[in-house]
Structure formats: structure tokens, C-alpha cells
């Protein structure tokens, strides 16, 4: 390299980065922040108490045939609680069925916290210790799963649902002939 | 009404920011001495928006105002004041008004210690700072907020991450930040060189005080980072090349580069246009760093929430301050002539090499940690590079720095001869072989192959230091602060290569299952594990246990490994115990609950790791130490240029 060329290699150089940066940014939007390596692969095989009545089981096998959302939450955790009004309406629009995942908690709380606020779920599984979660690979509450009547993950919401991801996000991923379903629990 | 306060002075420091970078760059193109001398105003008040800005976030986190939605997501009722206090920087938006109040203070002393500097060239300095100033709070007030409401108010906050619960974490982002923001004042003097078109040895001797500061609050910084990763982590690694780590690691690579750097040209009037490019590209890095960590297109154990919008702005951002401070310097610093030549061997050749072996250095970290990025970018799948790629590769130009830098340290200027030099450096390094092999082959049996290298090279730096001091001693003549500072922070070295040699080459580790009354041997450590018991601490319970260790018969340590489970979060955390006995570290992490009283344990016994960071704080004071030298004690500003270069002396670098 010779004369004044060499002192703009560094400009070059950075032009470059900014480049990879800025398409760097451009993909991230598209992606969860915590990809989810469980997106494409089946779900977790589990059975696990119900908290509703704990003599029973929740297990995976009962829930395969039909498309369900997964709902990790816990009462402790604050956004569950903005985003429980929300799980109701998803509940009343009768399309899509809720498993809840209730995470490192109380039962008692959680059973009186579903009795004051209303009770969301079909089923509601018991993770005491968080082992369930970690197979999720959950990073904090809330987290949702969308799983295919195959028992394939097809997508993850991190945080709490609002009514823009319940209608851009997770509605479209369903089949147009997802019929309504009773959602009794 | 206290957080309303905050956003306010926030907004007023804004301007006051503009002012300052305005006044202080076109006062000095235009000439108008009332425009530069607007600027001192503008960084004083600038600095008291600030800290009352960041003192209404502190009171707000003190007075568990969860109205606000940064401190309910930040704090809660439960959580020790002091840990209230140390999670306004807990995460994003706190840890920027952290920072912008850091560049405050660094715009403070500058302003303070460019008094006796021409008046033109102050206040270009102090321009370019109120630029960046300028840049971080517009970027604070507009995407990420501290202050926002909550509507209704949480009745509680969320809790800390239970691992950032902890003093040393508490403690290391103000140091690791003021670190990083310091070298915005390099950044800043080499900003206003070019601005001004003025880069002469006094613009280096100015410059290199700032730079070493900001350095030795780096390397205390990472180092402290590394201490909390350390023992909070649970598994007695130090570091683990994760990007955030690398965002600090490669400034100060670069600022260590330019430390050197700035000696050739204050001393010979070499490496002018090399020693800008390095001052430029030491805090450019930095803010790479922030944008890698902030933006979230990187993904790591230590990143706050990111979002797209903000790395947008951080790129425009890095986009004017870099790209125009690179622009600037490609039609600039062709006009640099160096003023001498110099030999092969001479003390010139050497810095030489030790700048572009950590620029390289500095390099492959960077390659490393942009890769996944860039394969992700180009749509070459996910990528993963982890100390697999970063260790050898960085030893790789590490080594030969390490083998060179006790030669360079006894080179003359220009001319290349060791002289009477050569002798005892000879014997330094026959004496350092000595311990090398006598370290692995005796004292520990086996190691890795680099062991007895390491050991060698790290023993001959400290050793070949002593020389020139010992020799002045001998002779009677006053050692100056800065050749003393040189020599503690190269000892520092010496000792971190030695301690890391043997961490890396003799750690003896052991997983084993153990019930009450049962012992597992290590070493000549016995460990006999006495059971677990509930534990409650202030926002956590979990389970705590009591292993009793012994050597060859004579009691070393009573041991308390915990499981802590915090109430809030439902995290649960390791929290190891760690004792120092004489020089190595016993490590015991409590592990999974087998049932029956039987749990697994982690055994580590790890020979001096205690003084890798001890030397990574050996170098930082030996930093301060050369600052405070009598030299960088500005005369008044016309001072004629440094002494002729016959003039100077042995061993000033």
C-alpha cells in the first residue's frame, strides 16, 4: 500500500462492520431475543401433577391430537398476572386450548389466586421444582408455546401475550379450520 | 415528582451537552475567544445535571417508588439497601445514566486538567467530549428512559437476578465503566490533534497520563468482573471469553497498545499516525462493545434486554462518531511525518512488536467474537466460538509479546545494542528457567507442555524488571515515578503469566457423591463432609453445607457451600465456598441432592489463582504510579517541546 490510500483502510474497515451490524439488526427483529432451539422439534414428553386435583396426572401423551399453548407462569411472577386478563379473553375466543405450567410455586397461592382472578387453563401442571421448566428451556416467566396436534413446538412468545401477539403472532399459525373448542377445565 | 426531576435535568444536560460540543469545536474553527470560553460553563453545569439526575434514580430505588417502571422492574421491598442502590446500574438504562454521569467526571477533569494546554486545543478536547455526551444522553432520553411511569404502580418490584445480588458485582460496573469511558478522553485529545491539524510529542505527553488512567481503571474493572464471575458462578472458571467480557477485553488490548504507542511518539516522534489510529480505535471499540452488548444481536449470559430500535440508534451513532473520527484520520495523517529512523534492535523495533502483537490479539478476539454475526448475517447457519478458538489463538500472539518484552525493556532508542545490558539478562533468564522447570517438574508433577514456558517467560519478566531498578539503586540515582510505575506494572504481569500458567497447569479437581460423615481425598486435602442444614438469608432460603477440610491430618478450613433459592425470581444460585490456603484455592460447590443425605460435590484445588487478579491490580497501580510522575505536571503552555532526544534516559518509557 502505498501513499494516502493506506489511511483510509481503516474507514474501509469500518464500513464494512457497519454493514454486518446493520444486517445484524435487520434479522433480529424476526427473531426471539432467546431463540428457542425447541422451535421445529417436538415438545418435552412430561406427566406431571394437576394442580387442580393432584391424585390426577397431566401428561404430554393426553395432549397430542390437538393443537394447545403451553402458558409457564406462576403467581409470583408480576407479568403473569397483566398477562392472565389476556389468557382469559384467549379462553373465551374458544379457539386454542391453554396448558399451564405452574412454575416453582405455592399451590395454595395458585389456587386461590385462579379462584379471585379467574381460571384461564383446561389443565394446569405442577413443575415444584423447575426441572419441567428447564426441558422448556424457560428463561423467565411468562413464556408460551404453541405446539401442533403432531406434538411439534412451532413457535414461542417470551413476556407476557398481548392482543397484537395474540392476533399477529399466534392466530395466523393456526389452521383456518382450527374450530372453536369447549375450553372447560 | 422526584423521578419528573430526573427526566428534567436529564433533558437540561442534553443541551448543556450540545453547548459544550458546539461552542467547543466552532469556537476555536471561528476563532471567538467568548465561544471557547463558554465551553468550561457548559461541562460544569452539564456535570451537576447529571449527578442530580442519577441521585433522583438513586432516591427513587431507595424509596421503592414502583411507580416508576425501571425501578419495579429493577429492585423490590425485600432487597438490602445497598443492593437498591447498586441496581440502578443493574441493567440498560441505568447503566447508561451510569455512564454519561462517569463522562461527566472524566469531562470535569478534563476541563480541570486541560487548563494549561492552548485555549483552542482545551476546548476542541472538550468539544469532542460533549459530543459523545451529547450522543449517549439523546440516545438515553429517547430509547431507553429510566425514568418512565408505571401506570397503575406495581405493589412490588421484580427482584435483581439473583446473581448480580452480590458485592462484587455491586462494585465492578462503576470501575469496569470509568474505565471504558475514560479512554473517550484519548479519544477526545486525539480528536482535537486532528481537528486542529497540531500533532507533536507534546500532544502525546498530554494525551498519555489519560490514557494510562483509563487504562488501570480497566484493567481493575475486568478484573474484578472476573473475581465476581469467579466465585459466584460456582464453577471456578474466570473467564470465558463471552462477548461481553470480550467488549472490555479488546479496549483494553488497544489501550494497552496505545499506552506503548504513546511513549515512541512523545520520546521520538515515531508511530504519530499509528498512535492516532490507536486512540481512535481504543474507544471506538468501546462503543462497538456497547452496541454488541446493548443491541442484542449478540447473545450472552450477561446481556441486559436488547432491543432492535436501540441498535439502530447505537449504529447511527457509532456511525458518526467513528466513521468521521476515521474520515478525519485518512485526510489527516498522510501530513505526519515521523521524524527519525531507527535499527532492528532498538527499543523502537520492540514497542513495535508489541503493538502489533495486540492489535493482533485484539483482532482474533474481535474476529472470534463477531463471528457468529457475521455467519448469521451471511446466512451461513449459527455459529458457536468459545475458548477452543480464543485460547490458542490468543496465546499464539501472546507468547511471543511475553518473550520479547524483557528485551525491549533493556533496548536503547534508536540504536540497537543491549551493551552491558546483555549480561544480566542472560542470567535473569537462566535463573527464570531455573524456577520454570523446578516449579513443574518438582514441586508439581506433570503439567502441560506450556507450563514450564509460561512459568519461565512470567519469572524472567519479573526478574529482568528488577534489573534497571536495582541497577539505579546501586548507583544512587532517583528512580522517576514513571520508570517505577513501568516496572511494578510489568511485575504485575510477570506474576498474572505465572498464575495463570499454573491455574491453567496444575488444578487438581474432583466431583465426587459424599453422605454425612463421609470424606473424599484430593491432593493432600481431605474433605470430609459433615451434612446440610436449612438456611434463611434476607430474600433467599436454600440449603447450606459444612465440609471440614483437613491436610495431612491438620485442620485447613471449615467450608459452608450454599444452594440458595431466591424468593422472588424462584432463580436458585450456587454460591460456592472458597477459602485461600497458603497460595492455592480450595473450592467447594455444593452440587445435586441425591437423596438420603447423600449430595454431589465439586472439589477444586486451585494453586495461586488468588493473584491473577492480585496482578491485574498490581498493574493498575503501577498505571497510577507512572501518572503520578512529575513529567505529566503541566508547565504553563508554551513550554518548548520535550528534551532532545540524546538527553533522555535509559529505561523512561
Not at chain 1, 395432549?63 to 406462576?74: R, T
Not at chain 1, 408455546?145 to 411439534?152: K, M, S
Not at chain 2, 411507580?67 to 438490602?80: F, G, K, R, T
Not at chain 2, 493432600?524 to 459444612?546: C, D, H, K, M, R
Request: one cysteine or more; hydrophobic letters at 50%.
Amino acid at each position: 500500500m502505498k501513499g494516502r490510500l493506506r489511511f483510509i483502510v481503516p474507514l474501509a474497515v469500518f464500513g464494512l462492520l457497519v454493514v454486518v451490524l446493520a444486517i445484524g439488526i435487520r434479522q433480529s427483529p424476526d427473531k426471539d431475543l432467546i431463540p428457542s432451539p425447541l422451535i421445529g422439534k417436538p415438545a418435552p414428553e412430561f406427566s406431571l401433577p394437576s394442580l387442580t386435583d393432584p391424585s390426577r396426572r397431566v401428561s404430554s401423551e393426553d395432549l397430542h391430537g390437538h393443537w394447545y399453548l403451553f402458558n409457564v407462569w406462576g403467581t409470583w411472577c408480576v407479568s403473569c398476572r397483566a398477562e392472565h386478563e389476556m389468557l382469559l379473553k384467549i379462553k373465551q375466543a374458544g379457539v386454542i386450548p391453554l396448558v399451564g405450567l405452574d412454575w416453582k410455586d405455592d399451590r395454595g397461592d395458585a389456587l386461590s389466586f385462579l379462584k379471585d382472578a379467574g381460571n384461564p387453563y383446561q389443565t394446569i401442571a405442577v413443575d415444584r421444582d423447575g426441572s419441567e421448566a428447564i426441558m422448556w428451556g424457560v428463561y423467565g416467566a411468562p413464556e408460551t408455546f404453541l405446539v401442533n396436534p403432531q406434538g411439534i413446538v412451532v413457535y414461542k412468545y417470551i413476556g407476557p401475550i398481548t392482543q397484537d401477539a395474540w392476533k399477529q403472532q399466534i392466530l395466523p399459525r393456526l389452521p383456518p379450520t382450527q374450530s372453536p373448542r369447549g375450553s372447560s377445565s | 415528582m422526584i423521578p419528573e426531576l430526573g427526566q428534567f435535568t436529564l433533558i437540561l444536560a442534553m443541551l448543556l451537552a450540545a453547548l459544550q460540543a458546539f461552542f467547543g469545536m466552532v469556537g476555536p474553527a471561528l476563532k471567538r475567544d467568548r465561544w471557547m470560553a463558554a465551553v468550561i460553563p457548559a461541562v460544569s453545569g452539564q456535570c451537576v445535571m447529571v449527578a442530580a439526575s442519577m441521585g433522583c434514580l438513586v432516591a427513587s430505588f431507595v424509596a421503592n417508588d414502583f411507580s416508576v417502571q425501571y425501578v419495579a422492574e429493577n429492585s423490590n421491598s425485600a432487597l438490602p439497601v445497598f443492593y437498591r442502590v447498586a441496581a440502578v446500574w443493574g441493567s440498560h438504562s441505568g447503566s447508561l445514566i451510569l455512564w454519561i454521569f462517569l463522562l461527566a467526571c472524566w469531562s470535569v477533569a478534563a476541563a480541570i486538567g486541560t487548563q494549561k494546554l492552548p485555549k483552542a486545543f482545551a476546548s476542541r478536547v472538550l468539544g469532542v467530549l460533549g459530543l459523545i455526551s451529547f450522543g449517549f444522553l439523546l440516545y438515553t432520553l429517547a430509547t431507553s428512559n429510566p425514568f418512565l411511569r408505571l401506570d397503575p404502580p406495581w405493589p412490588d418490584g421484580e427482584s435483581l437476578n439473583p446473581i448480580l445480588q452480590d458485592p462484587g458485582l455491586a462494585g465492578h460496573p462503576p470501575v469496569l465503566y470509568t474505565g471504558y469511558v475514560g479512554l473517550a478522553v484519548a479519544f477526545a485529545f486525539a480528536g482535537a490533534a486532528m481537528l486542529e491539524g497540531r500533532l507533536d510529542k507534546d500532544w502525546a505527553r498530554w494525551t498519555r497520563p489519560w490514557t494510562t488512567a483509563a487504562w488501570a481503571f480497566l484493567s481493575c474493572g475486568i478484573a474484578l468482573g472476573s473475581w465476581w464471575a469467579y466465585y459466584t458462578l460456582g464453577w471456578g472458571g474466570f473467564w470465558f471469553w463471552d462477548p461481553v467480557e470480550n467488549a472490555s477485553f479488546m479496549p483494553w488490548l488497544m489501550a494497552t497498545a496505545l499506552i506503548h504507542s504513546l511513549a515512541v511518539t512523545e520520546k521520538r516522534g515515531l508511530f504519530k499516525s499509528w498512535t492516532l489510529l490507536l486512540a481512535v480505535l481504543a474507544f471506538s471499540l468501546s462503543l462497538v462493545g456497547t452496541f454488541l452488548v446493548r443491541s442484542g444481536v449478540l447473545v450472552s449470559v450477561h446481556s441486559f434486554a436488547a432491543s432492535p430500535t436501540r441498535g439502530t440508534f447505537i449504529l447511527a451513532f457509532l456511525i458518526v462518531m467513528i466513521g468521521s473520527a476515521l474520515a478525519l484520520y485518512a485526510w489527516r495523517a498522510p501530513l505526519l511525518k515521523s521524524e527519525a529512523g531507527f535499527e532492528l534492535t532498538a527499543r523502537e523495533s520492540f514497542l513495535l512488536f508489541n503493538n502489533i502483537l495486540l492489535v493482533t490479539a485484539c483482532a482474533t478476539v474481535f474476529a472470534g467474537t463477531m463471528a457468529p454475526l457475521i455467519s448469521s448475517a451471511l446466512n451461513l447457519g449459527k455459529l458457536s466460538v468459545g475458548p477452543p478458538y480464543f485460547n490458542p489463538t490468543f496465546l499464539l500472539s501472546m507468547l511471543p509479546l511475553l518473550a520479547l518484552l524483557s528485551l525491549g525493556i533493556h533496548a536503547r532508542w534508536k540504536r540497537g545494542k543491549l551493551g552491558e545490558r546483555a549480561r544480566p539478562l542472560v542470567l535473569t533468564l537462566i535463573a527464570a528457567a531455573v524456577i520454570g522447570c523446578a516449579v513443574v517438574f518438582g514441586l508439581f508433577t506433570g503439567g502441560r507442555v506450556l507450563a514450564p514456558v509460561g512459568i519461565t517467560l512470567g519469572a524472567w519478566i519479573i526478574l529482568s524488571s528488577l534489573i534497571d531498578p536495582i541497577d539505579r539503586l546501586r548507583r544512587h540515582i532517583t528512580i522517576p515515578r514513571a520508570v517505577l510505575g513501568m516496572t511494578l506494572a510489568h511485575i504485575g504481569l510477570g506474576i498474572f503469566v505465572i498464575s495463570i500458567t499454573s491455574v491453567e497447569g496444575f488444578t487438581a479437581e474432583r466431583d465426587v457423591a459424599l453422605g454425612p460423615g463421609s470424606t473424599a481425598q484430593l491432593g493432600a486435602y481431605q474433605f470430609l463432609f459433615e451434612g446440610v442444614q436449612p438456611i434463611e438469608g434476607p430474600n433467599y432460603s436454600g440449603v447450606g453445607a459444612t465440609v471440614i477440610v483437613t491436610r495431612r491430618g491438620a485442620p485447613v478450613a471449615v467450608m459452608h457451600p450454599e444452594k440458595r433459592q431466591y424468593w422472588v425470581q424462584r432463580t436458585e444460585t450456587t454460591a460456592s465456598s472458597i477459602k485461600m490456603y497458603y497460595t492455592s484455592n480450595i473450592l467447594v460447590a455444593l452440587g445435586q441432592d441425591l437423596g438420603e443425605g447423600h449430595w454431589s460435590l465439586r472439589l477444586q484445588v486451585r494453586p495461586l489463582v488468588s493473584f491473577i487478579w492480585l496482578a491485574a491490580f498490581i498493574m493498575a497501580a503501577g498505571g497510577m504510579l507512572a501518572i503520578s510522575d512529575r513529567r505529566y505536571r503541566l508547565a504553563p503552555a508554551e513550554e518548548p517541546a520535550i528534551s532532545p532526544v540524546g538527553a533522555v534516559t535509559r529505561g523512561q518509557a
